[in-house]
Structures are given as structure tokens and as C-alpha cells.
């Protein structure tokens, strides 16, 4: 028994029409394969799925452009004709617009002045205006930002030192001196009047035997350390 004939319209069923076009297309491709191989004939075929998947064949030995050039000559017209007029205006008119930049910025440095009419260089004199008054007020924006920040940072050292100081103060404290050996009370005298009599003083005396240490301007006197 041979084949039904299928109806030819659209298949509703995303994935049954999704199944369809795989199977439908490797047999284009093949179909296509076929003729050129049997009848020695150039063939293109370009192909997009619902979903936008790209698909092609060609024939062996040349390319889509190829193919696109013969078919441009056979018919008499070119495919890239309107689009290419299209880049044409779009590429004069950015042309335009550079050439009116530069016209402006030369201007707005007092070149090219001389084509212009009262009104074109009263114009331009507020333009100057306009944009001389936001460069001040961003340079003072930036001016005033950057003494915050030096204040801040004079600030933060000035902390630092304060605190530095209070450090060194808690240890400025004298932990030896120089005694008098000859006064009331002899080394017990001159250790209560150095640390208050503490029990952890030392004392270090000059003997004689140090003749480099003899004729000081200190006189007799003894060290003590605490």
C-alpha cells in the first residue's frame, strides 16, 4: 500500500513541526547534494528555521557570493544596489555633522570668525559664556573638595602628634639622676629625695679607680638609677 497524501498547510504542533522541518530539510540537502553531483549544476539553498537557525548548501568548489553574483548578471540588478545608497547618505551625513564640529570648535577658540553675522557671533559669545562659567564652578567644586581633604588629612596628624605627645609624656618620669653623697643621710637621704624612698632603687657610685671619670663638672656625686 502506497502513502497517504498529507494536506499542505501549517502544522499547529510546535515540536511535530519542529520534527518535520529536520527531516524535510536533510532531505532538500540531499536532494540538492544529488544534483549537483549528477548533472554537474551549481546549487544554493538557504534555509531558516521558525526558531531562526540558520541552514545552507552549497555546491562544491564555490561559494553563497558566487552563486548570489551569477544570479545579480542573470537577472540584470544588483541585491546590494539600495543598501548600499543607504550607507551612501548615512556616511554623508555623519560627514556633515563632523565638518560642523570642527567648524564650531575652531570658532569657539576664535578662528574662522569672519563669515560670521552679529547674531552668529552673539550666539557664540553666550556659548563661550555658558561653558566658562561651568569650567569655574567645577574648578571650584574641585578646589574646595581638595581643601576638605587636605583639612582632614592635617587634621589626622595633628591627632597623631597629640597622641604621640601624651605617650612620651607618661614616660618622661626620671628613672636616674645624680646624688650628693655628702648630704643628710647619706644613701638612704638621696634615695628618698630621688624616688621617695622606693625599695627598688640602685645605686651606682664613681670609685676612684676611674680616673677618666674623675674632675667632672658633677663634683662628688653619686648615680642612681630607679
Avoid at 44 to 58: D, L, P, Q
Wanted: proline share 2%; hydrophobic share 35%; aromatic share 8%.
Amino acid at each position: 500500500m502506497g502513502r497517504g497524501k498529507i494536506e499542505i498547510k501549517r502544522i499547529e504542533n510546535a515540536t511535530n513541526r519542529q520534527v518535520t522541518y529536520s527531516k524535510r530539510r536533510t532531505g532538500i540537502m540531499k536532494k540538492a547534494r544529488e544534483l549537483t553531483v549528477l548533472c554537474d549544476a551549481q546549487v544554493a539553498i538557504i534555509m531558516f528555521s521558525s526558531t531562526g537557525k540558520y541552514h545552507e548548501f552549497c555546491s562544491p568548489g564555490t561559494d553563497i557570493k558566487t552563486i548570489f553574483d551569477r544570479y545579480q548578471q542573470a537577472i540584470g540588478t544588483s541585491l546590494w544596489n539600495e543598501q548600499y545608497e543607504n550607507m551612501q547618505r548615512t556616511l554623508s551625513h555623519l560627514k556633515d555633522i563632523n565638518r560642523n564640529l570642527r567648524t564650531e570648535i575652531r570658532q569657539r577658540m576664535g578662528e574662522d570668525l569672519d563669515t560670521l553675522e552679529f547674531d552668529e557671533l552673539r550666539g557664540l559669545e553666550q556659548n563661550v559664556d555658558a561653558a566658562l562659567k561651568e569650567v569655574r564652578h567645577r574648578k571650584y567644586h574641585v578646589i574646595a573638595t581638595q581643601t576638605e581633604t587636605y583639612k582632614k588629612k592635617v587634621k589626622h596628624s595633628y591627632e597623631a602628634y597629640k597622641n604621640l605627645q601624651q605617650e612620651l609624656g607618661m614616660r618622661e618620669d626620671p628613672a636616674f639622676g645624680f646624688v650628693d653623697n655628702t648630704g643628710a643621710g647619706g644613701w638612704d637621704g638621696a634615695a628618698a629625695a630621688l624616688g621617695g624612698g622606693a625599695p627598688d632603687m640602685y645605686a651606682f657610685r664613681v670609685v676612684p679607680s676611674q680616673p677618666n671619670l674623675h674632675g667632672m663638672a658633677y663634683g662628688s656625686h653619686d648615680l642612681r638609677l630607679g
